[in-house]
């Protein structure tokens, strides 16, 4: 054996041993030390907070329309944060004359920053944008994807409600009656979406006509989109092997450990979406799901049922039918489970599991994400009514492709952080040290633009000539953007029906016994009526 092949031998002993000894203190040791109060680690998003900002989130950033701010909020053990943001078209809100919030909910293993390419909707129709990194995920501490527990998760967006609730009321300067709260709307994706769903379950005391808990922040209404209230066995299948380790591993205490990603082929049947949402973005969770995350799903599954009687706020599920994580007959029957008396269901048969995803044809496009953005505006709007609406030329298309770059130097714009609880906001050294000669304003001043948006202000007041404009032109009704207008007409110039394939027979049949006269077409739809977005008859 010659020198060169010796010291390869000893290299790659040195890596296994290294590998090992890693594991056994992430897994192991590290969680056991914290758990004694002895040892905590230096950063507690390991890693994650010096990852920059997705480019979609600096392109919000820096619009001029929007104001900006960042905060964190401490979880009860006094160690832990939910990191967050707040986007606001002040604009929109005085036209739209909505006050009302909606809640973020992101997926697993990805970030808040995921809704900011589709965040110009919603704004638009005057929604305050409440935008958490769900605990150990992205900016919020914690193992990388890591609660064993789902409410370990719905804690960490009560805190956040709470804590924009306490911020609202010191602007006040007077603590705000639960029943006078603004109109709050939870919307989750898929993981999201069943946090979303048992949010009212845990906390039945966020129904706004409970008495039982005054200090509860109440949620007026959950919109959940491809909610994961089960999974498909006929296309996620766990084999005995699988099985055999996860319990062996939960049963060890050793659920830190990454094991496997149960849906990662059945997410969507082009392979690059995956890739999209999770390999290609730094601040997304890119390796395999820790044994106590599924464990964890499993028991938020398992509570949707048992808990199913507590669940009376108003709900909307959005499923595609082309989904094959998770079948649309098991969120029917998770809908006939509950004591809501508002509920909807609508089905989107081009749609497959990430239905925010942007489709490679305008059709399917339209069919799809566009009309899913449409039907959930529309459906908080109905519930949370303004007196007019914003025209601003609506744009559904995604800003993932595109560059900074191309941005004119007067786009760009100071943000805004919230100081209270310490350095807010991941990056904040790289913006400090990108914008430090033009700053004049002492952190003080800073903490109160958080609040005001000055730069918004300013724009603000050169339109306010514009809203009254706007108003006149206002609907009555629901303030809702007029897109619906949009769609109809793009429809028509569509491409043929033979663009997409209709769904196959089969995924139809997951329906189970919803029969066709328990299906209600919107009648104003020009695209192929095999395209075309049903309601349920729940």
């Known amino acids: 054996?010659?020198?060169?092949?010796?010291?390869?031998?000893?290299?790659?002993?040195?890596?296994?041993?290294?590998?090992?000894?890693?594991?056994?203190?992430?897994?192991?040791?590290?969680p056991f030390l914290i758990w004694l109060g002895v040892y905590l680690p230096k950063d507690p998003t390991y890693g994650r907070w010096d990852i920059p900002f997705s480019k979609m989130e600096q392109r919000l950033h820096d619009n001029p329309d929007v104001t900006c701010t960042f905060h964190k909020v401490m979880m009860p053990n006094g160690y832990d944060w939910v990191w967050y943001q707040v986007w606001e078209d002040k604009l929109a809100q005085r036209a739209t004359g909505r006050e009302a919030d909606m809640v973020f909910v992101h997926g697993?293993?990805?970030?808040?920053?995921?809704?900011?390419?589709?965040?110009?909707?919603?704004?638009?129709?005057?929604?305050?944008?409440i935008v958490p990194d769900l605990p150990s995920h992205g900016y919020s501490t914690g193992m990388h994807v890591y609660q064993r527990k789902m409410k370990g998760y719905t804690d960490g967006v009560r805190q956040v409600i709470h804590d924009v609730a306490r911020r609202d009321d010191e602007r006040l300067g007077q603590r705000t009656l639960k029943e006078n709260r603004r109109t709050t709307f939870l919307l989750g994706l898929s993981f999201g979406g069943l946090a979303a769903i048992l949010y009212p379950m845990y906390y039945p005391g966020s129904l706004r006509s409970d008495t039982s808990d005054p200090n509860e922040i109440p949620i007026d209404g959950v919109v959940a989109v491809g909610p994961i209230v089960g999974w498909s066995e006929t296309d996620i299948k766990v084999g005995p092997l699988v099985r055999a380790v996860s319990h062996t591993v939960n049963f060890l205490k050793a659920t830190r450990i990454e094991l496997y990603v149960p849906h990662k082929k059945v997410v969507d049947k082009d392979p690059k979406v995956y890739k999209q949402l999770i390999d290609s973005d730094k601040r997304s969770h890119r390796g395999a799901f820790r044994v106590g995350h599924l464990f964890c799903i499993r028991d938020g599954t398992v509570d949707t049922v048992n808990l199913a009687k507590n669940f009376r706020t108003p709900i909307y599920i959005q499923h595609g039918l082309q989904d094959r994580v998770v079948l649309p007959a098991q969120s029917v029957n998770f809908l006939r489970l509950i004591k809501s008396d508002d509920v909807k269901m609508t089905v989107y048969p081009v749609c497959q599991h990430v239905i925010y995803r942007k489709a490679k044809t305008e059709t399917e496009d339209l069919a799809g994400r566009v009309a899913v953005l449409e039907d959930n505006v529309a459906w908080m709007c109905d519930?949370?009514?303004?007196?007019?609406?914003?025209?601003?030329?609506?744009?559904?298309?995604?800003?993932?492709?595109?560059?900074?770059?191309?941005?004119?130097?007067?786009?760009?714009?100071?943000?805004?952080?919230?100081?209270?609880?310490?350095?807010?906001?991941?990056?904040?050294?790289?913006?400090?040290?990108?914008?430090?000669?033009?700053?004049?304003?002492?952190?003080?001043?800073?903490?109160?633009?958080?609040?005001?948006?000055?730069?918004?202000s300013d724009t603000i007041q050169s339109l306010t000539s514009q809203i009254d404009t706007a108003l006149d032109s206002?609907?009555?009704?629901?303030?809702?953007?007029?897109?619906?207008?949009?769609?109809?007409?793009?429809?028509?110039?569509?491409?043929?029906?033979?663009?997409?394939a209709p769904p196959k027979s089969e995924t139809r049949k997951k329906l189970d016994d919803m029969t066709e006269d328990q299906r209600i077409y919107r009648k104003d739809w020009t695209l192929a009526e095999n395209l075309r977005p049903y309601d349920l008859v729940i």
């Open 1 to 30: 054996m010659d020198g060169d092949e010796a010291e390869g031998q000893s290299n790659a002993f040195v890596r296994v041993f290294l590998w090992i000894a890693r594991q056994l203190w992430e897994v192991w040791l590290e």
């Open 474 to 500: 206002a609907a009555t009704a629901s303030a809702v953007p007029r897109a619906s207008n949009e769609l109809t007409n793009r429809g028509r110039s569509a491409v043929s029906k033979s663009s997409i």
């Open 383 to 456: 519930r949370s009514p303004g007196h007019g609406h914003i025209d601003r030329g609506v744009s559904f298309s995604s800003d993932i492709s595109e560059s900074l770059d191309s941005r004119p130097p007067n786009m760009h714009r100071m943000p805004s952080f919230s100081v209270s609880s310490g350095p807010a906001t991941p990056g904040e050294t790289v913006f400090q040290q990108e914008s430090l000669s033009a700053r004049s304003t002492s952190s003080q001043d800073l903490t109160d633009k958080q609040e005001t948006g000055s730069v918004v």
């Open 108 to 129: 697993t293993g990805v970030h808040s920053g995921t809704l900011a390419s589709h965040s110009r909707r919603y704004l638009d129709a005057g929604f305050r944008l």
